[in-house]
């Protein structure tokens, strides 16, 4: 794992998405559950990579080429994790850059329970080794397509999401789509200004 300083942030580059995996997609498919329940062990940053890359990674030679569409490429929808317990990397809350294949740290600490209380107290977000938040920002898409742009996002976000729930089984992993939660708990808890939490998504090794 390569580490850059830049000021006071910590910038982690990750290692790269693998390309093919030892699954089909139509195993994946089949297979594909909602699962709350993760054994207490950590992942290492190879999984979050790939998890990551899942679900807004670069996938041509031109940044608008991603994992998951988006409309007219407007690219609205950002991605967050909330790391307690990932192998070799700091507990905190970490913002993805698809086209530098890289996390920034933007808060230190396992802020788990925290966000947990924000999800109405569902233990799956507590118990995850890594929850993913993702979150929209809606102006880069109503711009363009005014109040009907509001529903291409949560199209988007289902694409995202649905790619991870996949890449998570292809990893023997677990995960679950969770929408409820208070959004300006989160809002506060991650410091976001003009993003909307839309979904969260914790991940554990698979019971």
Known sequence: ??????????????????????????????????????????????????LLWAAQGITGNAQ????????????????????????????????YNPLENTITLKIPGDLRDDLCNAALNQGCVRDASVDILITAVYERTTSK??????????MGVGHVAQNVYLQAESLNLSTVVVGAFDDNMIKRLLNLS?????????????L
């Open 64 to 95: 608008y080429y991603k994992s998951a569409p988006s409309a007219g490429a407007t690219d609205p929808i950002e991605i967050y994790i909330i790391t307690g317990n990932v192998r070799n990397l700091e507990n905190g809350v970490y913002h």
């Open 145 to 154: 397509y005014g109040e009907r742009g509001i529903r291409y996002i949560y």
């Open 1 to 50: 794992m390569d580490t850059k300083i830049t000021g006071n942030r910590d910038i982690i580059r990750l290692p790269q998405p693998s390309l093919k995996g030892n699954m089909s997609v139509e195993e994946a498919i089949k297979i594909r559950r909602s699962r709350r329940n993760y054994k207490n062990e950590a992942l290492d940053l190879r999984e979050v990579s790939q």
């Open 194 to 206: 003009n993003e909307e939490p839309l979904y969260i998504m914790p991940v554990g090794k698979r």
